[in-house]
């Protein structure tokens, strides 16, 4: 338009010209009233997921923050996890329901996959697990068109609530501490009073919409999600980069895991073979039961000490603290060290032996090399005559041969 303008002599500031296209409406539509929905007691509650990041820890980490809201009473429950899937949303949905004591008979969800398993809006097919899951609470799930973020505004200004009014001044040592407390916080939202409900509180309106939710079935049956692992030959099986054991004995088989907010609980057929802790996916942790571990190897006993070290130990004590010390050094192989040792004793005399070796203890040296120096270096210019038997040689017979 500006080109035309310009091609006909007219001259006009691009600001200018669309300030004027926006104030005659030309290029826009036209803005539409949002409207207001009205929710009768038991007839709609709305689900939905939002990305946060949240410090735990010592590390902030990305956590994926789940809502449950009753549209008449504004009632909410909220819960994070580290990841979201079918799994985790039949666990959410499940603990969500049992905090209101009931159903709504329409849960409006935006057109995520884990729900929705095709289409979007009026024509959405719901995966058949959650529709199973959804007949036994009594509800229906429903998806809102594309776009239409407004038919599920109860559960989305939570979030922002949530992100400005529960994390900052919080600190969180786990994730199952970070949603206990944030169950306590929703059990005091649900206490304060709210503008848009005429200044009553979730709590008293819920009392009367209670009465139109659908009651929770007689029994509710644990959430858990089956795998098939096959035990490596270590006695594990890995999920979610966790190992956990089992007997030894299965090492090989393919067995079942099933997997519920707390345990990981291990199958061989109908039989239940043992059952961990659930650990966070990702943690790369290894969990051992004690039945599980094989048992200690008897060690074999020491083999008893040789008769030059017996002999060494009883006729010079002061040489003791340099067989230990040789042993704690040389190990298994401490029997040779020894050996070199009682040569050393019937060679030199013991005062120079004991002396020298009290010297090289004193500074750590146990080398027996150069112990032996020490003797001889002591032993240097000293004259010692071997003992002779008791009946010498004649002196005449000695000259005899000297002679010769």
């Given at each position: 338009m500006a080109e035309l303008l310009a091609a006909e002599g007219v001259t006009v500031r691009y600001s200018t010209l669309t300030h004027f296209c926006r104030r005659h409406g030309i290029g826009t539509r036209p803005k539409q009233r949002a409207g207001h929905y009205h929710f009768d007691p038991g007839e709609e509650m709305q689900h939905d997921t939002s990305p946060h990041t949240v410090a735990v820890g010592d590390r902030r980490r990305p956590l994926?923050?789940?809502?449950?809201?009753?549209?008449?009473?504004?009632?909410?429950?909220?819960?994070?996890?580290?990841?979201?899937?079918?799994?985790?949303?039949?666990?959410?949905?499940?603990?969500?329901?049992?905090f209101h004591g009931g159903a709504a008979r329409r849960c409006m969800?935006?057109?995520?996959?884990?729900?929705?398993?095709?289409?979007?809006?009026?024509?959405?097919?719901?995966?058949?697990?959650?529709?199973?899951?959804?007949?036994?609470?009594?509800?229906?799930?429903?998806?809102?068109?594309?776009?239409?973020?407004?038919?599920?505004?109860?559960?989305e200004r939570p979030f922002h609530y949530i992100e400005h009014n529960f994390y900052p001044g919080r600190s969180f040592v786990s994730l199952a501490d970070l949603n206990q407390q944030l169950r306590a916080w929703c059990q005091q939202v649900n206490q304060r009073p709210k503008r848009t409900l005429g200044g009553a509180t979730p709590l008293e309106l819920f009392a009367t919409e209670t009465t139109a939710l659908v009651a929770l079935p007689l029994h509710i049956p644990e959430v858990y999600e089956p795998h098939l692992r096959r035990v490596d030959v270590d006695g594990y099986v890995s999920l979610h980069s966790n190992r956990y054991s089992v007997p030894a004995a299965l090492i090989g088989r393919r067995l079942e895991v099933r997997e519920t907010p707390e345990q990981i609980r291990i199958f061989d057929g109908p039989r239940l073979i043992t059952a961990h802790q659930r650990q966070e996916a990702g943690l790369n942790q290894r969990l051992l039961r004690p039945e599980h571990q094989e048992p200690r190897r008897s060690r074999r006993p020491s083999p008893p000490p040789a008769p030059e070290e017996t002999l060494l130990r009883s006729v010079a004590p002061p040489l003791a603290p340099l067989i230990d010390a040789l042993r704690h050094h040389h190990g298994g192989q401490a029997a040779r060290a020894v050996r070199q040792l009682h040569r050393l004793y019937l060679d030199y005399p013991l005062d120079a032996l004991t002396a020298a070796v009290e010297t090289a203890l004193a500074h750590r040296l146990i080398d027996l090399a150069r112990i032996e120096q020490m003797v001889l270096r002591r032993l240097a210019g000293e004259f010692f005559r071997l003992p002779l038997d008791d009946h010498p040689l004649p002196t005449s017979a000695t000259q005899d041969d000297d002679h010769d």
């Open positions: 994926q923050c789940a809502s449950l809201v009753l549209c008449y009473s504004r009632m909410i429950f909220a819960q994070l996890s580290p990841r979201w899937s079918r799994f985790q949303c039949k666990v959410f949905l499940t603990e969500a329901l049992t969800i935006d057109n995520h996959s884990v729900v929705v398993a095709a289409g979007s809006g009026r024509d959405a097919r719901m995966a058949p697990e959650m529709e199973a899951f959804a007949t036994r609470f009594g509800f229906r799930f429903a998806a809102h068109a594309l776009g239409d973020a407004n038919r599920s505004a109860r559960v």
